[in-house]
């Protein structure tokens, strides 16, 4: 298989182009069809066509060069919001705004915040990101414009604008600029003065730890984010009941990526604990937790952990996934499916798998257990896999599952 560096400078650019005409490029970079047609057969172009084009694309004038590979599976609009959500990221880091932006109230960028969360909890990341740019510039001229001694709310606001940006470019390969705003999110957590958002962040943080293969510092982080909120269960609020359940969830989930069995199991036995107290799924500060929440955490962490048999038993006692997220009710299908293969139930699993990914692409594009588990399906059913192998965006008989979803499943 060629490497990104093997192909010449106009093929970069045709393969980033992608579905994008060489029109619509040209429409898009303000240059001549002409001037397309010679970049792409590798005829010499100024780097002012090269910006143009570099920009338009979404992308890095290093990947067009070959100096470095984009990110795989990623579309012509990822690499757009992820590019504008960075340049969102660090110039408001560094206190530069756009001049004529008007900060809206701190009601309006609670309304706001909402609705980016809606978004992404929708598995629309891409999108997500895209609206998280202006939010995090919105933000921090509010922030500029409140008053001494009440910014406190404002800087609540503006750490919850650069945890989504975060989480949005941890689910999009861009580690870098994950862990750049989860840093942002901190310090403005810290100026808040809001211990809730504190925890939040450093659960976020972990989870970027995990995807970075750091299993010994997200196992840490997490166990430290759910102890340092831990509620009194006897007077606690759904919200804070809600924050803690899903941060001992994930601390179970981490321990059990780090196939640490009794942690996971500890963790897992509080998580259902909190489920069962709080009767019923509840949604705060960008999170969602509840009775149905654990339980289908809980065949994700089994699996991890080998117990294929508990996990499902687990599966079978679930009979309604509708009061979850639409990604966590996708993540829990991609778990039974990953439990069902393990079990060797190849038809059942692939089943699982195909409902999925036809009825959350946009979702499955950023996942990676889609090819694990047709790894392990092998040529159980191969007309099948043909036809989830399209969907994924590999070929079964190339061995390119591994490499075209190297992005971790969490």
Not at 120 to 130: D, F, I, N, R, V
Not at 159 to 174: F, V
Not at 202 to 228: C, F, H, P, Q, T
Not at 330 to 359: C, F, H, I, P
Request: aromatic share 6%; net charge positive.
């Amino acid at each position: 298989m060629a490497q990104w560096d093997d192909y010449s400078t106009g093929t970069r650019i045709k393969l980033l182009r992608g579905k994008v005409t060489q029109q619509n490029l040209a429409d898009l970079t303000g240059l001549s069809i002409g001037a397309i047609q010679k970049a792409e057969q590798d005829q010499r172009m100024s780097l002012r066509t090269l910006l143009k084009i570099a920009d338009a694309l979404g992308t890095d004038i290093s990947v067009i060069h070959g100096q470095q590979a984009p990110h795989r599976m990623q579309s012509r609009d990822d690499r757009t919001a992820l590019q504008r959500l960075s340049r969102a990221v660090h110039d408001t880091s560094a206190g530069f705004l756009p001049n004529d932006i008007e900060p809206p109230t701190l009601v309006e960028l609670g309304d706001f915040t909402r609705r980016v969360w809606k978004l992404y909890w929708k598995g629309h990341y891409s999108e997500a990101a895209g609206i998280a740019a202006p939010f995090l510039a919105e933000a921090a001229a509010r922030l500029r414009e409140q008053p001494d001694g009440e910014r406190a709310e404002a800087w609540e606001v503006l750490s919850d604008a650069y945890r989504i940006g975060a989480y949005c470019a941890n689910l999009m390969g861009a580690r870098d600029l994950a862990y750049s705003a989860i840093g942002h999110a901190r310090g403005a957590a810290e100026r808040a003065a809001s211990p809730m958002r504190l925890a939040l962040v450093d659960s976020g943080r972990s989870w970027i730890y995990l995807r970075d293969a750091r299993l010994d510092d997200a196992l840490v982080l997490a166990e430290k984010a759910a102890l340092d909120i831990e509620p009194r269960f006897s007077r606690a609020t759904a919200d804070e009941l809600t924050v803690y359940g899903s941060h001992i969830n994930f601390a179970a989930v981490v321990a059990s990526r780090a196939g640490n069995q009794v942690r996971a199991e500890d963790f897992l036995s509080q998580s259902h604990a909190t489920g069962a107290l709080m009767g019923g799924e509840h949604g705060c500060y960008g999170t969602l937790f509840g009775p149905v929440t654990a339980t289908t955490q809980a065949v994700g962490i089994n699996v991890a952990l080998g117990e294929t048999g508990k996990a499902l038993k687990l599966a079978e006692s679930i009979k309604d996934t509708s009061p979850l997220q639409h990604a966590a009710r996708n993540r829990y299908a991609m778990d039974k499916a990953l439990a069902q293969a393990d079990a060797k139930m190849w038809d059942a699993s692939l089943d699982t798998l195909e409902r999925a990914l036809v009825g959350a692409p946009e979702w499955a594009r950023h996942q990676a257990l889609p090819g694990v588990i047709v790894e392990k399906v092998g040529r159980a059913s191969t007309a099948r896999l043909r036809r989830i192998s399209k969907l994924i965006g590999a070929s079964p008989a190339s061995g390119g599952f591994r490499t075209a979803t190297r992005r971790t499943a969490l």
